[in-house]
C-alpha cells in the first residue's frame, strides 16, 4: 500500500511501487484529467505538478518518487476555473480539440510559479508541451494574459472573476418533449439543442446553438446542447451517414436548423394562442415565454411544449432570420470542461467492473502474428487473460495489460516492407517526379517594370519535408459494453455511422 498526498488530500493505493503517477490517477483513482499521450514523458499531455510548483510528466514518474510530495492535477488546481491560467484559456479561447490542454495548463501554471511576467523566449524554452492542433499562439498570448492579471492580484487587485459560465457540451439528458428531431424542451423549460455533429474545437456546436438561440427567441443561458443517438434522422444534412468532417457543419446545418427553429417558435405561438382564444399575430415569443401584450398574459414554453408538438408544421411560415448572438465573439460551450479536466474523451471512459486489453501490433505493416510465448506474463498481479489478436492482454488495469503485452515474446512473419525506410521512400518520390528538367525547374523571369541584370538569372532549389502522421494525440481507443441484447460502443470518432457499422450495430 502507498501513501500519496493528491490535491490536498491523503489517498492510499494497492499498486506495484514502480507504478507511474499517471497510471494510479487514471487507473485506480479514476481523475482522468492528466492524459495519456505518448507514455514516453514527450508530448506533455500528462503533466501535473509537484509541491505546488514543479511541473513533471506523470507517465515517467514511478509513485515511489513521490510519496512524500505534494501532488496536483489539473482537477485540483482551482475549484472554480479562476486560476489566473484557466481563466485567460477560457478568455482566449485557447484550446481546439483540447486533449494536450490540461497538461498544458499545467505547465504554463508552473511557470508563473516560478516566473511573474515571462518573455516568448522564457516561454517557448519552458512550454514544451505538444499541441496537435498547433494552437501555441493563443497558448502564448494567453499565458502573458495570466501573467498580466495575476500580477494586478500580487498589487491587491480584485481577485479574477468567475469565468464563463457555459453549460457542459454535453450535458445529461432530461425528460423532455421533442418538437422536432433537433429541439427538444424540457421540464425546466431550457431547450435541449440535439447536435448532428462532434465538436472538433471549432466551435460548431457553440455556431448551432447561437443559430437555434436567434430563430426561436431563446436567451443564452437556456440551451443547452446534447450528442445525437444513432438515429438516420441525424445523418449530415445532404449526405446518407452521421459524420462531421471538412469544415462543413454550420454551412450544411444552418438552413435545415433555422427551418426546424422557425417551426418550433409558430408551434409554441399557435399552442399558446388557442390556450387563450386569440390569433398568433397577438403573441410574440422572446426570452423562452410566449406573451400576449394586449392582455400581459405570458406561458413558458415548457407549459406549452407538449401542446405545440400537435401545430407544429414541416415547412415554416417564415424565417425570422434574427441575429442576435450570431456575429458576436460568445464562449465556446466545449471549454469549461477543457480547462478544469472533466471533459470526457473516448479514453476516459469508466464504466463498473471494467477491464483493459492492450495489444501488440508488428511495427512493420503487414507483417503478422506467427507465435508468441506467454508463460512469464500469466501469473502477474491483475492479468485476467492472454488473446491472439494479433496478440493481445486482458487485465484488470491498463498498465498492467500494457506492461505485459509489451514483456511477451512474440515472432512476426517477414516481408519487403521491413526494408523500407524514410531515404527510400524520399528516393522513390523523386523517381516519380520523372523527366525533372520539365516539371521541377523554372526559370524566374522578373517583371518588365523591375530592373534586372543584363543576364538572365536562373534560380534553382530542392525543398522537402519529413512525413507528417496525421493523427490525434489520444491514442486509438473503444469502449464496448456487451450484454445479450445490446451493445454499447463509446469510441472517439468523426463518423458516428461507420463505427456502428464496425460494431455490427444496425443503423
Not at 457553440?206 to 445525437?228: C, K, Q, S
Not at 471549454?335 to 511495427?363: C, F, H, N, T, W
Not at 486482458?394 to 512473419?413: G, L, M, Y
Request: glycine share 6%; net charge neutral; with cysteine.
Amino acid at each position: 500500500m502507498v501513501r500519496l498526498t493528491i490535491n490536498g488530500a491523503v489517498r492510499t493505493v494497492d499498486v506495484e511501487r514502480e507504478t507511474p503517477l499517471l497510471w494510479v490517477l487514471r487507473d485506480v483513482l479514476n481523475m482522468t484529467g492528466a492524459k495519456y499521450g505518448c507514455g514516453a514523458g514527450l508530448c506533455g499531455a500528462c503533466t501535473v505538478h509537484l509541491d505546488g510548483r514543479v511541473a513533471v510528466r506523470s507517465c515517467q514518474t514511478q509513485i515511489s518518487e513521490v510519496e512524500s510530495r505534494q501532488i496536483t492535477t489539473i482537477e485540483g488546481l482551482s475549484r472554480d476555473r479562476s486560476h489566473p491560467v484557466q481563466w485567460a484559456w477560457i478568455e482566449q479561447q485557447t484550446p481546439q480539440y483540447g486533449y494536450c490542454q490540461s497538461g498544458m495548463i499545467m505547465a504554463a501554471a508552473a511557470l508563473l510559479a516560478e516566473t511573474l511576467n515571462p518573455s516568448d523566449e522564457q516561454i517557448a524554452e519552458i512550454i514544451t508541451n505538444i499541441c496537435r492542433c498547433g494552437t501555441y499562439a493563443r497558448v502564448r498570448s494567453a499565458i502573458h494574459l495570466a501573467a498580466h492579471f495575476r500580477w494586478k492580484y500580487r498589487r491587491g487587485a480584485p481577485r479574477i472573476p468567475n469565468p464563463s459560465q457555459a453549460k457542459p457540451s454535453q450535458a445529461k439528458p432530461s425528460q423532455a418533449n421533442e418538437l422536432t428531431a433537433f429541439i427538444h424542451i424540457n421540464a425546466t423549460g431550457n431547450v435541449d439543442l440535439i447536435v448532428p455533429a462532434v465538436e472538433m474545437g471549432q466551435g460548431s456546436q457553440t455556431g448551432l446553438a447561437m443559430i437555434l438561440a436567434d430563430e426561436l427567441g431563446l436567451p443564452w443561458e437556456r440551451v443547452t446542447i446534447r450528442p445525437p443517438p444513432l438515429d438516420r434522422r441525424y445523418n449530415t444534412p445532404g449526405r446518407p451517414i452521421q459524420s462531421t468532417s471538412g469544415s462543413y457543419t454550420v454551412r450544411r446545418c444552418y438552413t435545415p436548423l433555422r427551418k426546424a427553429a422557425a417551426s418550433a417558435h409558430e408551434a409554441l405561438i399557435d399552442a399558446a394562442a388557442a390556450q387563450w382564444g386569440v390569433t398568433h399575430e397577438e403573441c410574440q415569443l422572446q426570452d423562452g415565454f410566449v406573451e400576449h401584450p394586449a392582455s400581459s398574459r405570458r406561458l413558458d414554453i415548457a407549459v406549452l411544449a407538449a401542446d405545440a408538438q400537435r401545430f407544429l408544421t414541416e415547412e415554416p411560415r417564415q424565417l425570422l432570420d434574427r441575429k442576435i448572438h450570431i456575429g458576436k465573439s460568445i464562449p465556446r460551450f466545449d471549454l469549461p470542461a477543457k480547462v478544469d479536466g472533466s471533459a470526457i474523451y473516448g479514453v476516459d471512459v469508466r464504466l463498473p467492473e471494467m477491464v483493459y486489453a492492450a495489444i501488440r501490433q508488428s511495427p512493420v505493416f503487414g507483417e503478422t502474428l506467427t507465435s508468441f510465448d506467454a508463460k512469464d506474463v500469466k501469473s502477474r498481479p491483475g492479468i485476467i487473460e492472454i488473446v491472439r489478436l494479433p496478440n493481445a492482454v486482458v487485465a484488470d488495469r491498463f498498465w498492467r495489460a500494457k506492461q505485459a503485452v509489451e514483456d511477451i515474446e512474440v515472432e512476426f512473419s517477414k516481408s519487403s516492407n521491413g526494408a523500407v525506410d524514410s531515404a527510400r521512400i524520399a528516393q522513390e518520390q523523386l523517381l516519380g517526379l520523372g523527366d525533372r528538367s520539365s516539371k521541377a525547374e523554372e526559370t524566374l523571369t522578373a517583371p518588365a517594370s523591375v530592373d534586372t541584370a543584363p543576364d538572365e538569372t536562373r534560380v534553382q532549389q530542392d525543398y522537402s519535408t519529413s512525413f507528417l502522421y496525421h493523427a490525434p494525440m489520444e491514442p486509438m481507443n473503444c469502449t464496448v459494453r456487451l450484454s445479450e441484447s445490446r451493445c454499447e460502443v463509446w469510441v472517439p470518432t468523426q463518423n458516428i455511422t461507420a463505427a456502428a457499422a464496425d460494431a455490427r450495430l444496425p443503423s
